[in-house]
Each structure stands twice: as structure tokens, then as C-alpha cells.
């Protein structure tokens, strides 16, 4: 970059990031407080000054040249230098500072991730931690999070998945209400049960997954109770409110304290693969880069879920 760019460079470099990972100059213009417009020519007065096209644009499509794929690379690295750079001006020069964002489910983040984060603190005082408990898919890039916990296959080839613990979703319930109204025999019995149900963002309830001879089948229940927080479903099943379908992670002591117990496992009893994400090619500053082999030993060492 030419020392004649300056803070107004290091805006469109931003902003051509941004657009790159979203692939729309509007939404990239809206995280950066401009107007499509705006956005647009700061876009194109980047390009005039590269001498090069960083985006094949059609009607359809906004895309990156190879030209833009090659820039995209060094110009990630240079702003996360840039940010190391100004992190290290306070401190101990040798210690990890800044602040590392995170996005986890409710359950989890509660439940294992709190104390995980607890011990990470210890080991690096200085870097600062933002975490967002939700258990809505998070955009690494519209929410600016550096490292995102979900359950499942990923879904988005901008993101790298670490496996973190090979999990499985089951259906649990308290032995108080399982001995009350009486045990499913195959999942479709669940419809006539009182059951607990997690609802996405727009309230669409989620899928109960499950295999039934040698095929794939699902359930979307319209249970009584419904809640978008995964550890409001867990509390309520505790309380005996309904049939809830949890990960094992998530209700673990729960089984081993008597709690919940499990139910229709013949037929819920598929992997569902908790993973670490974070966005590909991306040069990971020292405190993500440690915060994701912390997070990697930490449950690699947990307790195997039968």
C-alpha cells in the first residue's frame, strides 16, 4: 500500500473485505455506515488506484477476480497485523492482548464454554473476551465474531470447521413425567406426548432428526412450550414440562444426576458433530490462533457421550 493512501486506503481495504465475504456492495456499505452509492465508488476508486478489477460484477452476482482473490488474502493479513501492531503498544510486549469474539449456543455457552473461557483468562490476562449466547446460525462477518461454536455439517464454504466433540442429539425427559403420561414406543407416538420445542429466529420449529429402517426421517412438533434458548428448553425438561430433544452434551449431568433420562434411542442416534468455525484464509492473530487450540484441547478431554 502507498504511504499516499492512508486512513482513507485503509476504509476501502475494509470495505472491499466486507464486500468480498458478504458479496454485495450494499451490505458491505451497511456494516460500514455507507450508502450503496458510497460503497460502490470507494469500491471503484480502489480498484483505479490498484490499477486492476478485484470484482467480475453482474446482475446476479457479485464476484472476485483472481486478481481480487490475491489481494482479498494479503490485504486480511495486513489489517490483522495492523490490529496486533496496535494491541501490542500496551502491556507487556511479549503477552497476548485484544479482545477475541465468540458466538456459542445457550446451552453450551453456559454450561461448558463459561468455565473453559474462565481458564483460557488465567493463562492470558489481557486478551479480552465478547461472547454472544445464541442459538441462531451467527454471521462471522455481518457480526463481526472471530470464532462461532455450532452443532451440524457446515453449511458454508467461507468457513473453516474444527470438530471440537463428535455429538448426538437425543430425546430426553424427567422419569416423573416419562412414569405420568407413559414412554413413546416410535417417534411418531411424540405427537400425541407433551413435548418442548426450540424455535428459529422467524419461529419455525426445529427438526427432530431420526433414522427409521435404514432411512432418514424428521418430526416438527407443535408442543406446547416453545423458546429460541436451548437451556430454557433444558430447564423445562427438568421441570417436567415435556419430551425435549437435546444434545447430550447439553443435558449430560442431567442424566448422570437422575434428572432426565433418554428415550427412543434406537432411533436418535445419529452424530451431530459440534464444531469450532472460523472464515478460511484468514490469518488468525495470536490470541485467536491460541483461543482455538485452548478450546480444542479443553474438549477433547471431556468425558466420551454414550
Not at 452443532?151 to 458454508?156: I, K, M, S, T, V
Not at 431420526?210 to 428448553?233: C, F, M, P, T, V
Request: hydrophobic share 45%; glycine share 8%; proline share 5%.
Amino acid at each position: 500500500m502507498s504511504r499516499s493512501g492512508g486512513a482513507g486506503r485503509l476504509a476501502e481495504i475494509a470495505l472491499f473485505l466486507d464486500a468480498a465475504a458478504l458479496g454485495s456492495f450494499s451490505a458491505a456499505g451497511r456494516k460500514q455506515g455507507l450508502s450503496p452509492a458510497a460503497a460502490s465508488a470507494a469500491i471503484g476508486r480502489l480498484e483505479a488506484a490498484l490499477g486492476t478489477t478485484l470484482f467480475e460484477r453482474t446482475t446476479r452476482q457479485l464476484r472476485l477476480t483472481e486478481e481480487g482473490r490475491h489481494y482479498r488474502l494479503y490485504s486480511e493479513q495486513a489489517l490483522d497485523l495492523l490490529a496486533q501492531a496496535e494491541d501490542g503498544l500496551h502491556g507487556d510486549a511479549g503477552a497476548v492482548h485484544g479482545v477475541v469474539r465468540i458466538s456459542a449456543p445457550s446451552d453450551i455457552g453456559r454450561q461448558l464454554l463459561l468455565p473453559m473461557l474462565d481458564r483460557f483468562a488465567a493463562l492470558h490476562p489481557q486478551v479480552r473476551q465478547a461472547l454472544t449466547l445464541t442459538d441462531a446460525t451467527a454471521s462471522l462477518v455481518q457480526d463481526d465474531i472471530d470464532l462461532a461454536i455450532r452443532y451440524g455439517e457446515l453449511p458454508d464454504s467461507e468457513m473453516v470447521a474444527r470438530l471440537l466433540h463428535p455429538g448426538r442429539r437425543v430425546v430426553c425427559v424427567a422419569p416423573a413425567l416419562a412414569a405420568k403420561v407413559g414412554q413413546p414406543n416410535v417417534p411418531r407416538d411424540l405427537t400425541m406426548l407433551p413435548t418442548l420445542v426450540l424455535t428459529a429466529g422467524d419461529g419455525a420449529p426445529q427438526e427432530w432428526r431420526y433414522r427409521e429402517d435404514g432411512k432418514r426421517h424428521s418430526l416438527r412438533l407443535q408442543g406446547a412450550w416453545h423458546s429460541n434458548d436451548g437451556e430454557i428448553i433444558r430447564r423445562w425438561a427438568v421441570a417436567g414440562h415435556g419430551y425435549a430433544y437435546k444434545s447430550l452434551l447439553d443435558i449430560g449431568d442431567d442424566l448422570r444426576a437422575g434428572r432426565l433420562q433418554t428415550v427412543l434411542d434406537d432411533y436418535f442416534a445419529d452424530s451431530v458433530p459440534l464444531n469450532l468455525l472460523y472464515r478460511r484464509n484468514r490469518f488468525q492473530p495470536p490470541r485467536v490462533a491460541l483461543l482455538i487450540d485452548f478450546l480444542l484441547q479443553q474438549f477433547a478431554a471431556l468425558p466420551a457421550q454414550n
